[in-house]
């Protein structure tokens, strides 16, 4: 486990590589058990019924070694900047006033919120290219009571075009050693969530 205890140094530099792949705005593609964790945790019915309604976004960037996460909803808003291994205050999107700890522990952002002699785990993690979230009170059940799913914001169809574009660059600079695969001309043959990609940039499609 890195940046707990003040065991193991972790550098700036160590900070991006191992946290690189967290970085950049996620939005909510599925949703399971939020409920019953919410439930576990007390938050009233209402609460939770505005909660389960929401489709939050998620923003990880970083500026020197300190980590910040923004998430924003219909709901409610919030965000936290911290450095790994070291506690901070903080206040959820249901009010609570936590202590919390991040970690990077085998390749999870492990969180770990503590308030009135209660405590509960957060663990973001990589799979399959989109960030799930998973949840439970650490008193609690062994398994995770609620887990949220992320989809990166940045669509197919943007991903082709810098690719495109990378490829005349390089081919223009003649560079040795990037990879043959990517030379070429390519044609686009199919499209996910471009309408959605154009509206966050405020774009309006005429077609």
């Known amino acids: 486990m890195l940046g707990q205890g ?12 191992m946290c690189d792949l967290f970085l950049g705005t996620w939005k ?6 939020f409920d019953d964790y919410m439930k576990a945790l007390g938050v009233s019915l209402a609460t939770r ?25 219909t709901f409610k808003s ?24 991040v ?7 492990t969180q770990v919120q503590k308030w009135n002699g209660k405590e509960t785990t957060i663990k973001r993690r990589l799979v399959d290219g989109k960030m799930v979230v998973g949840s439970k009170p650490t008193s609690g059940p062994t398994e995770e009571l609620q887990q949220h799913r992320y989809q990166n914001k940045l669509s197919p169809f943007y991903i082709i075009h810098l690719c495109e574009a990378a490829a005349v660059l390089v081919n ?13 001309t390519w044609k686009l043959v199919s499209s996910e969530n471009f309408e959605e990609y154009m509206k966050e940039l405020g774009e309006t499609l005429l077609f």
Request: net charge negative.
């Open 6 to 17: 003040g065991d193991i140094s972790v550098s700036t530099q160590q900070i991006l590589t």
């Open 172 to 184: 223009a600079q003649q560079t040795p050693t990037t990879p043959e695969l990517f030379l070429g």
């Open 28 to 33: 909510l593609s599925s949703s399971e058990k």
């Open 49 to 73: 019924k505005l909660g389960s309604l929401t489709k939050p976004t998620v923003t990880i960037s970083i500026d020197g070694d300190v980590l910040t996460i923004q998430t924003k909803s």
């Open 78 to 101: 919030t965000e936290v900047s911290f450095k790994l291994g070291e506690e901070f205050e903080e206040t959820t999107a249901d009010d609570r006033k936590t202590k919390s700890t």
């Open 103 to 109: 970690t990077l522990d085998d390749g999870s952002l």
